[in-house]
């Protein structure tokens, strides 16, 4: 089992830039194929991106793409989500979740979550 601590989230202006970090324990965290999901007030959550076990295959949805980076410090047990140019739709709680096992594009399925954090971009 792991468990997974997100940081990093706030309020930030529309255009603005946040770094999120999500740092696991319990488990070695090389075997985990990492990712981050989104949901905003009102909404279902929603997949934002995904990365293989050592960070070389990533794989993010329409809506994120080109804006958001994923990357992960596997010494340091912690996957981040660089999002810039920040949007007010992009305003939700996001959560970092891990899958055990290899990822290699497409869908995601996780087995474990974090608590979720905050983003709010503000126009």
């Known amino acids: 089992q792991v468990q997974l601590v997100e940081s990093g989230g706030g309020l930030v202006q529309a255009g603005g830039s946040l770094r999120l970090s999500c740092t696991a324990s319990?488990?070695?965290?090389?075997?985990?194929?990492m990712g981050w999901f989104r949901q905003a007030p009102g909404k279902e959550r929603e997949f934002v991106v995904a990365c293989s076990r050592s960070g070389g295959n990533t794989y993010y949805a329409d809506s994120v793409k080109g804006r958001f980076t994923i990357s992960r410090d596997n010494a340091k047990n912690t996957v981040y989500l660089q999002m810039n140019s920040l949007k007010p739709e992009d305003t939700a709680v996001y959560y970092c979740?891990?899958?055990?096992?290899?990822?290699?594009?497409?869908?995601?399925?996780?087995?474990?979550w974090g608590q979720g954090i905050q983003v709010t971009v503000s126009s």
């Open positions: 979740a891990a899958r055990q096992g290899e990822y290699y594009g497409g869908a995601y399925y996780p087995g474990y």
């Open positions: 319990g488990r070695t965290f090389s075997l985990y194929a």
